[in-house]
């Protein structure tokens, strides 16, 4: 069966400092991949996605995911961290080819931003 | 841009009561999903639907049941409201085609069941 974790619950970093958030997944062949962020009282917004081809994949608002297929992880990682990027980040994971497109999801992880 | 709307923002209903939370789309997607959100255990699947009046048991089905009459709206119905259901509810939406599943989703309703 499917899984995706996220170690971390929760981090804080410094306004300006750089920005990892680690997600690994369980699944037999290579999955989709998503990272959403979900800013405090709102819904999920999609940051970025990977389906195939280059492993390093760029989104919105500056970040950027690497898919390793060797450690089953898509770390999202930012080089430079804004007081507006203190939000709830979730990773998830689609099967090929299900029927109705489903995703799970990670547990999240809360970022807070120190200025 | 996709929009996905749900009827409310904010609900409080008492035990025992039934609870309809609806959901609406507007850019023609086949899919529809219902989760709860709760602290620490992140986004769970309640049920979903790939086409008009189909419907799948997600993760955690049970207290709920899931209504599509049209291709546009997923309502989602808690037959007997619990004080176990207090949670966020986030509806989503999303294409069926095999490689776009990125899902879309609603701003969310909190419901508090007292």
């Known amino acids: 069966a499917q899984s995706v974790t996220q170690p971390d619950i929760h981090i804080t970093v410094s306004e300006g400092a750089s920005l990892e958030l680690r997600c690994n997944y369980s699944y037999g062949a290579t999955p989709y991949l998503f990272w959403y962020v979900q800013s405090p009282g709102q819904g999920l917004q999609l940051l970025l996605k990977y389906f195939s081809g280059d492993t390093l994949v760029q989104g919105i608002k500056g970040f950027e995911a690497e898919f390793k297929r060797s450690q089953s992880s898509f770390n999202l990682r930012k080089p430079s961290v804004h007081w507006s990027d203190a939000a709830e980040y979730f990773c998830?994971?689609?099967?090929?080819?299900?029927?109705?497109?489903?995703?799970?999801f990670g547990q999240g992880t809360e970022l807070s931003v120190k200025p | 841009d996709v929009k996905v709307t749900q009827s409310s923002r904010y609900l409080v209903k008492r035990t025992g009561e039934k609870v309809f939370l609806e959901c609406v789309q507007d850019m023609d997607h086949e899919n529809m999903f219902w989760y709860r959100q709760d602290p620490g255990l992140g986004l769970r699947l309640i049920y979903f639907?790939?086409?008009?009046?189909?419907?799948e048991k997600g993760d955690i089905p049970e207290g709920y049941s899931v209504s599509r009459e049209k291709k546009e709206r997923f309502s989602l119905i808690l037959e007997s409201a619990s004080t176990n259901q207090t949670s966020m509810y986030l509806c989503?939406?999303?294409?069926?085609?095999?490689?776009?599943?990125?899902?879309?989703f609603g701003p969310g309703t909190r419901l508090t069941v007292t």
């Open positions: 639907s790939y086409d008009v009046k189909m419907k």
């Open positions: 989503a939406s999303g294409r069926g085609l095999a490689t776009s599943y990125e899902q879309y």
């Open positions: 998830a994971v689609g099967a090929r080819n299900n029927q109705g497109g489903k995703l799970i």
